[in-house]
């Protein structure tokens, strides 16, 4: 696992900059490039970070308490179980946009086994770690 770390961000008066970040974290079968939060831009109601879940791989049940998440899918084929039990599937690929509501248990899937899935993330929750919760999977290694 990558060490959270959180990059110093070039402050201005009212406009910030990250530049060319580097992966960040690792997180439930994502890796994270470093973006803009709380913790280099003092954000108070917003985070954003480029996610990639590599080939094959799955980012296993997890809710977000209280926060809303918008992705935009710019590589790759994604599958998201979601819904009460996982019950329920979308699938996704470059260029769709999604809208993930505030306590809605889901499962990433990486759809190919050769190509990673590149997303940008928005979250409403400036803390982006905070507020997440797993949720029960069958994939998810026992410890």
């Known amino acids: 696992m ?3 770390s959180i990059p110093a961000a070039e402050l ?4 910030h ?11 439930n079968g994502i890796q994270y490039r470093a973006g ?3 913790g280099n831009v003092g954000a108070k109601q917003l985070s954003m970070n480029v996610a990639t879940v590599p080939p094959g791989a799955i980012a296993f049940a997890h809710i977000h308490v209280d926060f809303e998440v918008m992705l935009y899918i710019l590589a790759g ?3 998201h179980a979601y819904g009460e039990g996982l019950a329920q599937v979308v699938d996704n690929e ?4 999604i809208f993930i509501e505030p306590g809605v ?5 990486n ?3 050769t190509e990673p899935v590149v997303a940008v993330v928005a979250r409403s929750d400036a803390g982006e770690w905070e507020h997440i919760v797993d949720y029960p999977s069958t994939h998810r290694p026992t410890t």
């Open 2 to 4: 990558v060490t959270p």
């Open 12 to 15: 201005g008066a009212g406009i």
């Open 17 to 27: 900059v990250l530049r060319n970040s580097a992966i960040c974290r690792a997180w």
């Open 36 to 38: 803009l939060s709380a």
């Open 77 to 79: 084929r994604v599958r």
């Open 94 to 97: 470059a260029g769709d946009f």
């Open 105 to 109: 248990p889901h499962e990433v899937y």
């Open 111 to 113: 759809r190919s086994d």
